[in-house]
């Protein structure tokens, strides 16, 4: 099940937009998606009361007896909004379950601090630095007629962080989550710019949200010929050290000399014990007779 997790420990940088976004975009390819709020605010929960009912469905959390948010039965993809400030131990706690942390960032000074020094944070746990965890970022609230999405691009190419697209400064995103909607609700050439600005970030999310199924072993064996390095024990090393690799394959092509090897170390073996036969005899006849053990 795929985690999307939307991070920025600044406030109102834009994370429940691009949260509600793409959760509704998921729900549109007929995933069943939940939005999890983690926020305390509860933005995208109020917003999901709003959104109407004959629109592609997204679940929320739900809450078992003990008072303790789960993820719904039947969910595919989940996508998280999380709060501002998130850091320490919650950050961490969060990226164990997150396959992919999207970072939206606006265009000014104090943003780009918080969100680099949050980036900083992310790059310590293991997960991410290891890229088991993905990162990237989106500018948000750009105006075309500014420097803006260059400035931010320089920005993430500094920290060598992915810098994935650019979401511009439109009502059509305020007016939309006001009525319960997304962009990707409407239809008509006045979304088409900004559903242009979307498609870098979900080509970006593709390979984690609709993950390549792992091949299974019947598969392997009717795609793998007999000769191939495959089917060699250790065939990830190098070619250099395979010949003795393959000596440990029954059949293989260098076990028809197994019995001359098996014959030589036999012959070898005999010859060292007969050596350390006639030099244990040696010593035996240097010991006093009154020191040697009988019997």
């Excluded at 998280?80 to 998130?86: S, V």
């Excluded at 598969?219 to 050290?241: E, F, K």
């Excluded at 019995?259 to 050596?275: D, E, F, G, I, W």
Aim: net charge positive.
């Amino acid at each position: 099940m795929p985690v999307i997790a939307v991070v920025n420990r600044k406030g109102g940088s834009g994370k429940s937009t691009v949260a509600a976004h793409l959760a509704a975009w998921l729900a549109h390819q007929g995933c069943a998606v939940m939005l999890g709020d983690v926020d305390r605010q509860q933005s995208t929960r109020a917003w999901l009361r709003r959104r109407n009912a004959a629109l592609p469905a997204i679940a929320p959390w739900t809450i078992d007896q003990k008072n303790v948010l789960r993820v719904p039965s039947g969910i595919t993809h989940v996508v998280l909004d999380t709060p501002g400030g998130l850091h320490g131990f919650d950050l961490a706690r969060m990226v164990m379950f997150a396959d992919a942390i999207l970072m939206p960032v606006c265009n000014s000074a104090f943003d780009r601090e918080a969100a680099a020094a949050c980036h900083a944070e992310l790059m310590a746990l293991p997960r991410v630095a290891s890229g088991r965890c993905k990162l990237a970022a989106i500018g948000m609230r750009i105006d075309a007629r500014t420097r803006a999405a260059q400035v931010l691009g320089d920005w993430a190419t500094e920290l060598k962080l992915p810098f994935l697209s650019v979401l511009r400064e439109t009502q059509l995103y305020v007016q939309c989550l006001e009525r319960g909607m997304t962009i990707f609700d409407l239809s008509g050439q006045k979304t088409a710019t900004d559903t242009q600005q979307w498609q870098p970030i979900l080509d970006w999310l593709a390979p984690i949200l609709n993950p390549a199924p792992a091949a299974t072993a019947q598969q392997q064996v009717q795609t793998t010929s007999p000769d191939s390095p495959l089917n060699r024990v250790g065939a990830s090393r190098p070619d250099s050290l395979m010949p003795a690799q393959e000596s440990l394959v029954p059949g293989g092509r260098i076990g028809g000399v197994q019995a001359h090897r098996q014959a030589q170390a036999s012959a070898l073996a005999s010859k060292v014990l007969a050596t350390a036969q006639q030099s244990s005899l040696q010593q035996r006849q240097q010991i006093p007779a009154f020191l040697r053990q009988t019997g």
